[in-house]
């Protein structure tokens, strides 16, 4: 059985077709990773997974319950860390995660509660009314309460948005942990380092559709190779290697990104550089990360066929 499956879901926010017709499947016990720029519709897409929207077409479930005709068993299996800090300021942390608790009609549920905040370095603050945290330990607590009824399912939207190095570590040591006791993890991030680190598969989302679903490393090999930057102090450069840019968009009058097929190629382009009048502020060449793949997907005109 599959942790989520979301077939042909559309969504449509009056003039703006948020989802155009999603297809994904995250099969139990995966980290998958799904990303987007902003407006994408990631947020969309939790959102109907999590119930807080309806889809106008399409289906899906969380490990065989229909969010709609099956929505009390699927929010059951269900554990989401929204983007937003939400919090209810009346309550100390421990009170918050009782009453989160109760809602799945836990009761005795503390050591399972003393364990996450353990795990999230909260256990000092159990008893300060949340309205008195900072920012980064709200967060904390957002990600405590999204755990605290074991959810086979854990999603995560942009977890660690404008929080310190510290949560990050904490909170990606404990993740991977559930990961590797069985939990599914989805997440989306903004830290596409996080994603290549953390993540067995991709989907990455364009305008509403799917543009890339494979597996992380196949999604790097198969945009492998090196990169060259150049800056220029003076000259433009050449219009015979303007096809090598890895974001002609993005590039500045000084500024290149250039694709590589190995290291025999930088040679011949310097030359043309040199030869078209530019000097050089800076050279490097570097092997590409899954923020280059990123870049490339967003800008590639066609869906890459990925594994499903």
Known sequence: MSAIEIRNVKKRYKELQALKGVNLVVEEGEFFGLLGPNGAGKTTLISILAGLARADSGAVSVLGHDVVTDFRQARRSLGVVPQELVFDPFFTVREALRIQSGYFGLRKNDDWIDEIMANLDLTEKADVNTRALSGGMKRRVLVAQALVHKPPVIVLDEPTAGVDVELRQTLWKFISRLNREGHTIVLT???????EAL?????MLRRGEVVALERTSTLLQRFAGMQLSLRFSHGVLPVELRALEVDSRAASGTNHLLRLASYDDVEPILAKCRAAGC??????????????????????PEVIEGLS
């Open 199 to 203: 993540c067995d598969r991709l989907a």
């Open 279 to 300: 000097t050089f502020d800076e050279i490097d060449v570097r092997k590409a990360d899954l923020e280059d793949v990123f870049v490339q997907v967003m800008n590639e």
């Open 189 to 195: 991030t903004h830290y596409l380092e996080e994603a």
